[in-house]
């Protein structure tokens, strides 16, 4: 690489200490028996924010003989200028093109970043579809969230990690070591290790109308789960960005999973079972996290913050090892905002998030949080202080009607009557709602939905509006264009990936950002018209005895369970939190440790 024309042109771009590396804890770079690029498909600021890819990075680095680097989507202006000085992209660690390595590993977080994984791999001067890409090219993996459903990109990678990383990305590493072949280590990694997928060895095979008649192979691929959180790796280091990343601070991770299962919730059943880290070994990786990177702040990261069991053990601890650190306590529900958890935070805005309007659609969606649990969330918060809520809402949820709607209005009301007892009532109170629109996902209780049409929401949107109309409450709703892309792209099939990749070669990139995407919109429409698939195959109500795009994938949690919740749903019954009983799901009969504390207390109680 020419250093002096690769300076030359980062002083011609924006932000230009997002490509140049040297961060402060990074390793010193060296050539590894296995060199793997961990790649993600978003800025800088945003990837360096990520800790999914921090664990990646650390169980690989954990095998003799493995380097890890990494590498984060170019913002177009340096994108730009790489295409027309024929520069390939690069890592920034070692500096060397991602296709020097063994293997690059895309962290997949949000459907609309695929074609952020094509232009990555376009730059890099790889074939985007692992069809051309012979044994001189890097191996293709991907994982992260999004790969619960594989199939719209299966024609791009060569082998997909479903599931918990930390095992299951250290065994590929040791694979990779023993094996050079890259057919006999795809072949041997879809035969010995748990979670990983490879395309190429499952044919799909389709009906007449359009949907799924079966797959090649009868193997399901069971995720990788990993058993032991409390001693699996976890960096107590990080490296220091070079700008200020999304969120700039130290992170541990307290658990992992949730117990709530809330029924549109995708996170809620693909990182099943709950497992919790260990306190005190918790506060010992925050005190290196600290002393290593400086951060002022820590977050306790987990789905649900609230429900870790020994949080009130573990914020005493924390405040006294790290006195001059400000703790973040990001999802706490409303049924666990106590003031001894909030204290810690800004008191400029408290966010909740109760979902829907009414009583009666909380327990279709089983968010069993009570309008009681609401008034006492918000009453407790403005004594510590705040005078500014946030409140979370969604559209078009299965069986919503107007009155639900209307009552949100009617939680906003209550809040200000709240407040209004308050001195200086009601002029320092800021109301914020904001409203998303339901995308049905796989491995949900709701998987089978259909999407609200845009129709029907804008219709939504305006009830809210006249309703909202209030002074000192700030009404927001998202892109209904983007939801429907996400919604197609969550569910979507292997047909689906000749859109992404038209979409990419007609210019659709950082489609995760609202700016990029609505300039995008009629290009990612027209690729649907060119490439012959119709987006409302993806959004419309599927049959509960349809075979899915995903059915080939083992989540742990039954397809039978699932029907079970959603039958629930409409029956308006709420199931509760896995804490309270044993509900059921599956994963009882694989690995759940609070289905065997249950069983241990009945047999004590016995």
Known sequence: MDKLNLNEILSSVEKPARY????????????????????????????????????????????DGAYTDRCFAPWPDFGEKLKENDIPLYALGNRKPLKTFDMLGFSLQYEMSYTNVLYMLDLAGIPLKSAERGEEYPIIQAGGPCACNPEPMADFIDIFTIGDGEENMKALAELKLEVKSKDEFLRRAAEEIDGVYVPALMEVYYNDDGTIKGFSSFKKIKKAICRDLAHAVFPKRFLVPNIEAVFDRGVIEVMRGCYRGCRFCQAGFIYRPVRERDA????????????MSGF?????????????????????????ALPDVNLALPSLRLDSFEGDFVQETRKSSI?????????????????????????????QAFEQGYTSVKLYFMLGLPTETDDDLHGIRDIVFKIRD???????????????????????????PFQWEKQATKKEVEEKINLLKKDLFVKGVNFSWNNYELSEMEAVFARGDRRTGAVIEEAYKSGCIFDGWTSFFDANVEKWYAAFEKTGVNKDFYTREWGENEILPWDFIDMCVEKSFLLKERH???GEKVTGSCQTSCKGCGLQKIYCPKFEQHKTKKLNNA
């Open 280 to 291: 005190d070994a918790s506060v010992e990786t925050a005190k290196s996290l600290i002393r």
């Open 418 to 444: 709240i407040y209004a007892v308050r001195p200086k009532a009601l002029k320092n109170l800021r109301v914020s709602v904001s409203v998303s629109t339901f995308i049905p996902k796989p491995f949900t």
């Open 20 to 63: 140049i590396g040297g961060e402060f804890n990074e390793k010193t770079p060296f050539d590894g028996k296995f060199n793997y690029c961990i790649c993600f498909p978003d800025v800088y600021e945003v990837g360096m924010s990520n800790l999914g890819i921090k664990i990646v990075c650390e169980a690989i680095d954990s095998v």
């Open 568 to 570: 629930a749903a409409y």
């Open 351 to 379: 966010t909740f998030a109760p979902e829907a309007g009414t009583q009666r659609l909380r327990d279709v969606i089983n968010k069993d949080v009570t309008e009681r649990e609401i008034i006492s969330g918000v009453t």
């Open 296 to 320: 002022d702040e820590l977050s306790l990261n987990s789905l649900s913050t609230g429900d870790y069991s020994r949080l009130k053990e573990l914020i005493p601890k924390l405040r006294e």
